[in-house]
């Protein structure tokens, strides 16, 4: 509620009812199954060992006890047999003895195998769920990705998720062993006595319950702290980037972002302090109670055995089970609650990947008049949150053949244009029609075959220069005679043939023999990318000569006139020199069209166009 004489109150939370808690808490447990499901997709047989070597650890400690009071049985028989003059039966209790030694060897054994399946299966499931995370964000669309709520999502799934499944399951097995050998410990101790059973169980309750309790506290923390995390990470990328490394150091930044970087730790820190402290104390004194009521039912036994209500191997075979009893109960529980933690975690790798793109992509490969080209039909879009929208009343028609020149300032909108006319963006009101089909009908992939495009701020990927161009066509990603005339019209041949090992070179400074690029050969790379889909019938080129001169720019797009013909070519620039060259030239000013018509029809018009076209050409002269 808000008041009116000050900011919002938030009014008190009811407590929660313990049906609401079990009822949370069954629906958190749900995630158990497909954790289970997920290790046994991922590797069957293995699964399969580690439950028969769970199975078998967990009945072998109680047949130990229970031939360890068979030896003490048999020593204390054996030395009133040698007090009365008899032989005592040597060979039996050698054979216990060795009994005993193939059990403690059984479980050892057991446990390595244990040990074994688990650290296979960690590097599998690890991988299998880095995959699932990527794989999902390749069918997002562009709009999730700029959304910082996405971010946090993806960030909480990638932390703890590749790692919470298998922990999930590992405990499972840990639960099934120790329910086994406790189950086993429960059939000898009931015949001392059931109550003894009970204070056995009772014992490790109040540890139980504060553990549980903390590991909620310290999933409602880690989910809080997902925006602080991804500081972090971006200030650890600052840091340690060469992309970043010039600017860090020329205008002295480090200090300052690792003093920032310093104080998110602290605030991490600090909550992290807390909580551990509340945790280990409350672990304490509850674990002390535990303590207490072990050691009082040792006082029990050993009380019995002095009344000889019980033998002497009774007595060691009781107190062993209680001991162990004890660190199994405690190892049940904590299962049981680290479970419950791992339940937790996995609520974010399941909210991630059942997160749905928010629109439905088409399925459509051709529209009914190919010869109709693009057109924008009164088309806006506001990104989410803005105040107003990026694009206004958008109307456009560019047949095939024909080449047009968006001009504008900096954020106008020619760039969110483009990414609207790719379908990476769908429009808020009006519709984008290619061959006389809406985008939204058009399957993805067809649409981004039909489409060539290089965006002002184009990936400089850490990959050999013919997979740099490669990346431009995924069908032929390897294919080296196509790398070869993509270079060629993209200008970068002369300089890659210039290189030691030409489209075979390493680029980027992240890998050994990696050499970096100038920004205008970078350029010319990416340009080459563009052409490397050469069915592509609209070419679009999004301010991709920034870093070459004026003379390298009018030679390119001469060049790319003369390889578009009958295509749709669509040009951004600030240069007017080789903007006149279009057939069409669109003036955009704060998202809407503002002139529009051919360089002669703009100058003709003395408007926006012909007064930035006077000033530039001002530059030259």
Same mark, same amino acid.
């Not at 040698?82 to 403690?104: H, S």
């Not at 990527?134 to 909480?156: C, I, M, P, S, V």
């Given at each position: 509620?808000?008041?009116?004489?000050?900011?919002?109150?938030?009014?008190?939370?009811?407590?929660?009812?313990?049906?609401?808690?079990?009822?949370?808490?069954?629906?958190?447990?749900?995630?158990?199954?497909?954790?289970?499901?997920?290790?046994?997709?991922?590797?069957?047989?293995?699964?399969?060992?580690?439950?028969?070597?769970?199975?078998?650890?967990?009945?072998?400690?109680?047949?130990?006890?229970?031939?360890?009071?068979?030896?003490?049985?048999?020593?204390?028989?054996?030395?009133?047999?040698?007090?009365?003059?008899?032989?005592?039966?040597?060979?039996?209790?050698?054979?216990?003895?060795?009994?005993?030694?193939?059990?403690?060897?059984?479980?050892?054994?057991?446990?390595?195998?244990?040990?074994?399946?688990?650290?296979?299966?960690?590097?599998?499931?690890?991988?299998?769920?880095?995959?699932?995370?990527?794989?999902?964000?390749?069918?997002?669309?562009?709009?999730?990705?700029?959304?910082?709520?996405?971010?946090?999502?993806?960030?909480?799934?990638?932390?703890?998720?590749?790692?919470?499944?298998?922990?999930?399951?590992?405990?499972?097995?840990?639960?099934?062993?120790?329910?086994?050998?406790?189950?086993?410990?429960?059939?000898?101790?009931?015949?001392?006595?059931?109550?003894?059973?009970?204070?056995?169980?009772?014992?490790?309750? $109040?540890?139980?319950?504060?553990?549980?309790?903390?590991?909620?506290?310290?999933?409602?923390?880690?989910?809080?702290?997902? $925006?602080?995390?991804? &500081? &972090?990470?971006?200030?650890?990328?600052?840091?340690?980037?060469?992309?970043?490394?010039?600017?860090?150091?020329?205008?002295?930044?480090?200090?300052?972002?690792?003093?920032?970087?310093?104080?998110?730790?602290?605030?991490?820190?600090?909550?992290?302090?807390?909580?551990?402290?509340?945790?280990?104390?409350?672990?304490?004194?509850?674990?002390?109670?535990?303590?207490?009521?072990?050691?009082?039912?040792?006082?029990?036994?050993?009380?019995?055995?002095?009344?000889?209500? /019980?033998?002497?191997?009774?007595?060691?075979?009781?107190?062993?089970?209680?001991? &162990?009893? &004890?660190?199994?109960?405690?190892?049940?529980?904590?299962? /049981?609650?680290?479970?419950?933690?791992?339940?937790?975690?996995?609520?974010?790798?399941?909210?991630?990947?059942?997160?749905?793109?928010?629109?439905?992509?088409?399925?459509?490969?051709?529209? $009914?008049?190919?010869?109709?080209?693009?057109?924008?039909?009164?088309?806006?879009?506001?990104?989410?949150?803005?105040?107003?929208?990026?694009?206004?009343?958008?109307?456009?028609?560019?047949? $095939?053949?024909?080449?047009?020149?968006?001009?504008?300032?900096?954020?106008?909108?020619?760039?969110?244009? /483009?990414?609207?006319?790719?379908?990476?963006?769908?429009?808020?009101?009006?519709?984008?029609?290619?061959?006389?089909?809406?985008?939204?009908?058009?399957?993805?992939?067809?649409?981004?075959?039909?489409?060539?495009?290089?965006?002002?701020?184009?990936?400089?990927?850490?990959?050999?220069?013919?997979?740099?161009?490669?990346?431009?066509?995924?069908?032929?990603?390897?294919?080296?005679?196509?790398?070869?005339?993509?270079?060629?019209?993209?200008?970068?041949?002369?300089?890659?043939?210039?290189?030691?090992?030409?489209?075979?070179?390493?680029?980027?400074?992240?890998?050994?023999?990696?050499?970096?690029?100038?920004?205008?050969?970078?350029?010319?790379?990416?340009?080459?990318?563009?052409?490397?889909?050469?069915?592509?019938?609209?070419?679009?080129?999004?301010?991709?000569?920034?870093?070459?001169?004026?003379?390298?720019?009018?030679?390119?797009?001469?060049?790319?006139?003369?390889?578009?013909?009958?295509?749709?070519?669509?040009?951004?620039?600030?240069?007017?020199?080789?903007?006149?060259?279009?057939?069409?030239?669109?003036?955009?000013?704060?998202?809407?069209?503002?002139?529009?018509?051919?360089?002669?029809?703009?100058?003709?018009?003395?408007?926006?166009?012909?007064?930035?076209?006077?000033?530039?050409?001002?530059?030259?002269?």
């Amino acid at each position: 509620m808000v008041s009116p004489h000050g900011p919002a109150v938030t009014p008190p939370k009811a407590p929660e009812s313990w049906l609401e808690l079990l009822r949370r808490n069954a629906a958190v447990l749900q995630y158990t199954g497909r954790a289970a499901r997920l290790v046994w997709s991922t590797n069957a047989r293995l699964a399969v060992i580690l439950g028969a070597l769970t199975a078998l650890a967990g009945v072998l400690p109680a047949a130990v006890a229970w031939v360890a009071k068979l030896v003490v049985d048999g020593v204390v028989a054996g030395i009133a047999t040698a007090q009365a003059g008899g032989e005592p039966d040597l060979g039996a209790l050698l054979a216990l003895v060795l009994l005993e030694g193939l059990l403690v060897g059984g479980i050892s054994a057991a446990q390595r195998g244990i040990n074994a399946c688990q650290s296979l299966l960690r590097a599998q499931l690890g991988q299998r769920v880095n995959e699932m995370i990527l794989q999902k964000a390749l069918t997002l669309d562009l709009e999730q990705f700029e959304d910082a709520e996405f971010y946090d999502k993806l960030t909480r799934a990638r932390r703890e998720a590749s790692s919470r499944p298998l922990s999930l399951v590992i405990r499972s097995f840990t639960l099934f062993q120790q329910s086994i050998t406790l189950l086993s410990f429960a059939v000898l101790i009931v015949q001392f006595s059931p109550w003894a059973l009970g204070l056995l169980v009772l014992a490790g309750l $109040p540890a139980f319950v504060a553990e549980t309790k903390f590991s909620g506290d310290a999933f409602r923390l880690f989910r809080m702290r997902a $925006p602080e995390s991804r &500081q &972090q990470l971006y200030l650890e990328t600052v840091l340690g980037r060469e992309d970043h490394a010039k600017e860090v150091q020329l205008f002295g930044l480090g200090p300052m972002l690792l003093d920032r970087y310093r104080a998110i730790f602290r605030k991490i820190y600090g909550e992290d302090r807390a909580l551990t402290l509340r945790r280990e104390g409350w672990g304490l004194v509850l674990g002390l109670f535990g303590t207490a009521a072990v050691y009082g039912a040792y006082a029990w036994i050993v009380i019995a055995a002095v009344g000889s209500e /019980i033998s002497l191997g009774e007595m060691t075979m009781y107190l062993l089970l209680f001991k &162990q009893g &004890q660190a199994t109960i405690a190892a049940c529980l904590s299962a /049981i609650g680290g479970m419950y933690e791992d339940n937790l975690y996995l609520t974010n790798l399941y909210e991630y990947l059942e997160q749905a793109p928010r629109v439905q992509p088409g399925s459509a490969e051709r529209g $009914p008049d190919p010869a109709d080209g693009i057109r924008f039909e009164h088309v806006c879009f506001s990104y989410p949150g803005a105040r107003r929208p990026a694009l206004q009343d958008i109307s456009l028609h560019i047949r $095939p053949g024909e080449s047009l020149a968006i001009v504008g300032e900096n954020g106008a909108g020619k760039s969110t244009l /483009i990414k609207l006319l790719c379908g990476l963006y769908q429009p808020t009101a009006g519709r984008i029609l290619l061959h006389g089909r809406d985008l939204r009908d058009w399957s993805p992939d067809t649409l981004r075959r039909l489409i060539g495009v290089i965006f002002q701020d184009f990936n400089r990927y850490q990959f050999t220069v013919g997979e740099n161009i490669g990346a431009g066509d995924v069908a032929a990603f390897g294919d080296q005679a196509r790398w070869h005339r993509s270079a060629e019209r993209g200008m970068a041949l002369p300089f890659i043939q210039l290189l030691e090992k030409g489209f075979g070179t390493q680029l980027g400074s992240w890998f050994r023999g990696g050499k970096e690029l100038s920004m205008g050969q970078w350029q010319k790379v990416a340009l080459s990318r563009a052409f490397m889909r050469e069915e592509a019938e609209v070419l679009v080129l999004d301010e991709p000569t920034a870093s070459m001169d004026a003379g390298a720019e009018a030679e390119l797009f001469s060049y790319f006139r003369e390889h578009t013909r009958g295509r749709i070519a669509i040009l951004i620039s600030h240069r007017f020199s080789t903007v006149r060259q279009a057939d069409q030239i669109c003036v955009i000013e704060h998202g809407q069209v503002l002139e529009y018509g051919t360089h002669e029809e703009l100058l003709e018009l003395d408007g926006v166009y012909a007064r930035l076209f006077q000033l530039q050409a001002e530059g030259y002269r």
